[in-house]
Structure formats: structure tokens, C-alpha cells
């Protein structure tokens, strides 16, 4: 089955330092790959996708990813954590021949502690 | 301003009152769909809809009911709603020709009692 893992429900990082929030897929098409990040009590926002262009994405915010085909991963990154950055993050992917779901990932929760 | 809008953003209600929850896009997009979030499962399909009267299930669709009588609108029904549907429910709509970016309404948080 098609499924999306999101390893560490909870990641906590000291201001300024690296955040790198881990998703893997299963999957053997590359598919399109999405990160999200909800704020408290807030919608879904849409921080950065990779639809089979570049495989290392930029997005908002200072976040960025690179799709790894042989890994089957996708993982969010940003070099220097701000406060702000405190969110739950969920990864999100829509494989091929399925355009009409996204399949999400359980979430991780960003804790930034000064 | 292009978005999704959701009301109502709060309900509090009991077992059985029948509901609806409204959602609206002003995008022009053919594809909609319902998501329901709850804790350490992320978010998962309840229904979605192609275009204007096309419908199909999601993951989760018992107990839930959806129309699309037009392109903007796509209700959520919930004909009697039971504690099991106490979530956050978000609404999406997406254009097929916009790299498959799927915009999110604001949620409605949904307490059944």
C-alpha cells in the first residue's frame, strides 16, 4: 500500500540550530511530494513541493528539501531554527495515477527552545 | 484574495442533530476535497469531487455525505454525527493545471457529544 512515514512525531532543536524533519514514501514512480506546516489553531500552509523539476526545492520561510529517488526520501530542512519556526509539519504526497489524494504523513511537532 | 473558506469554524453538538459544514473556493478549481485530522494519524480523505455533480470516497467516508451542485460550493453532511467524528475537518480545492497544489480552507473544529 501506498503510505508516507514521518519519523519523530516530536523534534526539539535549540534556536538557531539545524531542523531536519524526515518523510519517507513507498512508492517505486516518483511522485508529487508536498510539506505543509499548520500553526497553532491555523490552516494548512503550503511551505514547498516538488513536482519531478529540481530535486533540491526551496521554499518559504528559509525551508528547503531534496527529493532522493533512491532513498525514497524527502526531508525538510532549514540551517538556522527561529522561534516562529514552532509548528507541526506534515509531509504529503500524491502518487502517480492518484491526482485526486494526498496522502499525509502523521506529523512532527517542531519545539524551538531558546 | 483567492481562498477557501469554511463555516462554521466551531461546533459543539450532540449525537444525531444532522449537520452541515459549508465550503467554499473562489479559484475556479474542478477538483475539491474533505480531509479530517486527528491526533498521530495526520490528515485522511473523507470524500472529493472531480467537478460539479462528481463525487467519489475518500479513506474515510462512513458517515459522512458530500454534494456538488456547483463548482465553488462542496458541504460536508454529517446526517447523524457520533462522538467518533469529534476532529478538526479541513477542506481543499486544487487546480489539475497548478503543479497539483491543493489549497486549505481554515478547519473546522467539530465536537460531537
Known amino acids: 500500500a501506498q503510505s508516507v512515514t514521518q519519523l519523530g512525531s516530536h523534534v526539539s532543536v535549540s534556536e538557531g540550530a539545524l531542523v531536519l524533519l524526515r518523510c519517507n514514501y513507498s512508492?517505486?514512480?516518483?511522485?508529487?511530494l508536498f510539506w505543509y506546516v499548520q500553526y497553532p489553531n491555523q490552516g494548512l500552509q503550503l511551505l514547498l513541493k516538488?513536482?519531478?523539476?529540481?530535486?533540491l526545492v526551496k521554499g518559504i520561510n528559509g525551508f528547503e528539501a531534496e527529493f532522493k529517488k533512491s532513498e525514497t526520501s524527502f526531508h525538510l530542512t532549514k540551517p538556522s531554527a527561529h522561534m516562529s519556526d514552532a509548528a507541526e509539519y506534515f509531509c504529503?504526497?500524491?502518487?502517480?495515477?492518484?491526482?485526486?489524494?494526498?496522502?499525509f504523513g502523521a506529523g512532527t511537532r517542531l519545539a524551538v527552545h531558546p | 484574495e483567492a481562498q477557501v473558506t469554511q463555516n462554521p469554524r466551531y461546533l459543539i453538538t450532540v449525537t444525531g442533530k444532522k449537520l452541515t459544514v459549508t465550503c467554499s473556493q473562489n479559484?475556479?478549481?474542478?477538483?475539491m476535497s474533505w480531509y479530517r485530522q486527528d491526533p498521530g494519524l495526520g490528515l485522511r480523505q473523507i470524500y472529493y469531487?472531480?467537478?460539479?455533480?462528481?463525487?467519489d470516497k475518500g479513506d474515510v467516508p462512513e458517515g459522512y455525505k458530500v454534494s456538488r451542485k456547483e463548482k465553488r460550493n462542496f458541504p460536508l453532511i454529517l446526517e447523524s454525527p457520533s462522538p467518533n467524528q469529534t476532529s478538526l475537518y479541513f477542506c481543499?480545492?486544487?487546480?489539475?493545471?497548478?503543479?497539483?497544489?491543493?489549497?486549505f480552507g481554515p478547519g473546522t473544529r467539530l465536537t460531537v457529544t
Open positions: 481543499a480545492s486544487m487546480s489539475r493545471g497548478d503543479s497539483y497544489e491543493q489549497y
Open positions: 516538488y513536482t519531478s523539476a529540481a530535486t
Open positions: 479559484m475556479n478549481h474542478e477538483y
Open positions: 512508492s517505486s514512480v516518483p511522485p508529487y
Open positions: 469531487s472531480m467537478n460539479v455533480e462528481v463525487t
Open positions: 504529503a504526497v500524491m502518487f502517480s495515477g492518484g491526482y485526486n489524494k494526498l496522502i
